[in-house]
């Protein structure tokens, strides 16, 4: 089936008012997308960023008439309309589309990334079955891929793993499916600890060998034999003394989902409690590792 799109370039105050004059006034659907390739960080539970520059798309049936849509859409929309264009969309297989542009992701000597409707690039490597779906952590963004890079070349053979921030799970169940013991994944979204358990169960993880928990369910005596914590560098800083007390001494470290920019911060803060800092940078994100202090 051939769709109608109107694409509208406006701004984070618009558009939501845009969305809902689309919707009121027929769209099947409405995206919005940045339009000016501006990241858009990790948001606190409940927000909905907006990029400075932002393209809000309705799409319309084929025998739409677009001229009327327009001046319904300027009445609902109650001022003039932004900079704004329609055009046809030919009928496309968007679910296939969008399952071809995911690929296996080769993580290090032993560990994989894979969709679960891929063939494992290599069967007899540790291979990661997880598809993208609303929590952080797909292995494509670079503060993933380095702390799975990370996590392949430890020895985690029947440790506990603390996985801060765990997201969708991707980095905990790594650590499982490399011979860690257990692992104690927190979030402080709770959709995140549903992707995380799901995440688990779609690769044979058992129930009892990974915990997830709430910031406030988190217990006084926490502890674990390795840290992992890919989040954002304000709160790495604001938890870096919780995070050091969980650990014993000689216990490795992995921080990541620090700029290049906010590294040396970084480093300055966690040299109270860890030796050996070592950074390792891809594109513009670097990854932090070390081991705390004896």
Not at 14 to 36: H, K, Q, R
Not at 83 to 88: G, L
Not at 103 to 127: F, K, M, T, Y
Not at 254 to 265: D, F, H, P, R, V
Request: net charge negative.
């Amino acid at each position: 089936m051939t769709w109608l799109q109107l694409r509208l370039d406006t701004n984070p105050a618009s558009a939501p008012a845009l969305e809902d004059a689309l919707l009121e006034i027929g769209a099947a659907a409405v995206t919005m997308e940045d339009n000016a390739d501006q990241p858009v960080y990790e948001p606190g539970v409940g927000e909905t960023p907006m990029w400075q520059q932002t393209r809000v798309t309705g799409l319309f049936t084929a025998d739409t008439d677009m001229d009327a849509i327009l001046v319904a859409l300027e009445t609902q929309f109650g001022k003039a309309l932004p900079p704004h264009r329609s055009e046809i969309l030919e009928d496309r297989d968007w679910v296939r589309e969008w399952m071809d542009s995911y690929h296996p992701i080769q993580c290090g000597e032993r560990l994989w990334i894979c969709p679960s409707w891929r063939e494992p690039v290599d069967p007899s490597a540790v291979n990661l079955l997880l598809d993208p779906g609303l929590a952080f952590g797909t292995g494509t963004h670079p503060t993933t891929w380095l702390c799975m890079q990370w996590l392949d070349q430890q020895n985690l053979s029947g440790l506990t793993v603390i996985d801060y921030g765990c997201g969708s799970g991707i980095l905990g169940i790594a650590a499982l499916l490399l011979g860690a013991k257990r692992v104690i994944a927190i979030d402080n979204d709770p959709q995140a600890l549903l992707a995380t358990r799901d995440n688990a169960q779609r690769n044979n993880i058992d129930d009892d060998r990974i915990d997830c928990l709430l910031p406030e369910q988190i217990p006084s005596n926490l502890h674990g034999d390795v840290m992992i914590a890919n989040i954002l560098a304000g709160p790495l800083i604001s938890l870096a003394p919780n995070l050091a007390a969980a650990l014993s001494p000689e216990a490795p470290i992995c921080l990541s989902g620090i700029l290049n920019s906010q590294a040396e911060e970084l480093l300055t803060c966690y040299r109270q409690w860890f030796n050996a800092l070592e950074l390792n940078a891809k594109d513009e994100w670097v990854r932090i590792n070390g081991k705390k202090k004896p």
